[in-house]
């Protein structure tokens, strides 16, 4: 799902009163911080124009990374769901992307440290008039409190963003919050991937079921120099392109996720996590299944043929 154009429209107003110029700036020195002080408690985003800058250029790229997670979870895994707590929030740009894609949500609480950020997302979500109850909170009141249990509990790229001695701490107190489903994304980089990893061993052996990507709940068999990551495309506006000194009106996002259920559940199917190689008669897929990492060839005479035609990296093709 693509981020509407009126909240796009809505950043860009918010941050109209900055110049390109000074937007430009902020957008360089974020995307300089992200790529070289991960993992070190830094704050990333301080300052009102900081804040707008990273809702036009990171905003629409979060929303879109979730709402394609989103796509693969099993549905009657979520679409009852009626509360949501988003660590991490930002801007609300994951918040949004449940709510858009969940009708059943009456409540989202999102946790966020930083003021501006805050400030932003309040007014993202009064000027868009969602219905729900929505609730900002600072990042201490999870911390010090449980009183925010929700059946969906999502942290969107925070994992990389904090102290590596802070991170068992953060994802037990995530977990103990979640009534069913906990869903977790960071960059699609061999780091991101590794915090993915560490973060998936951890809720295996706290009771906790994959339900995607992994279609099993045994050690990962990637090898070591190998990650897991996938792709979705976003559009970008014409402010999103000056920012980013693109040349191309699209941006492909790469993120690393895990979804956890406490509830039993088994993923049965084979998820595709290499984008296929399609030729004339056959269909070559490196696949995640119950086996571990297999590459399977699905022939012009297989049934599932034209279906698997039709899937990307990310997608599971049944058994």
Known sequence: MELNIDIKNIIE????????????????DISSKYLNNTSNGNRMVTSKLQACAYGITRFPATYKALSTILEWIDPTLINESKTLLDFGAGSGASTLAVLDSISSIEKAVLIEREAEMINLGKHIFNAAS?????????????????????????????FNEIDNNEKTKLLSTLYSLTENILIIVEPGTKNGFENIKNIRNELIDNKGYIVCPCCHNESCKLDNEDWCHFTCRLSRSKKHMLLKDAVVPFEDEKFSYIVVSKNEYNTNGNRIIRHPIIEPKKILLKVCNKNGIEQIVVTKNNPKFKVARKLNSGDLLNN
Do not use: G, H, P, R
């Open 13 to 28: 107003e918010y941050s109209s009163c900055f110049s390109n110029k000074e937007l430009i700036k902020a957008s360089n």
């Open 130 to 158: 969602y219905s729900q109850s929505i609730q900002y909170f600072n990042t201490n009141e999870l911390i010090n409190s449980l009183k925010y249990k929700s059946d969906i509990v999502v942290a969107s790229y925070v």
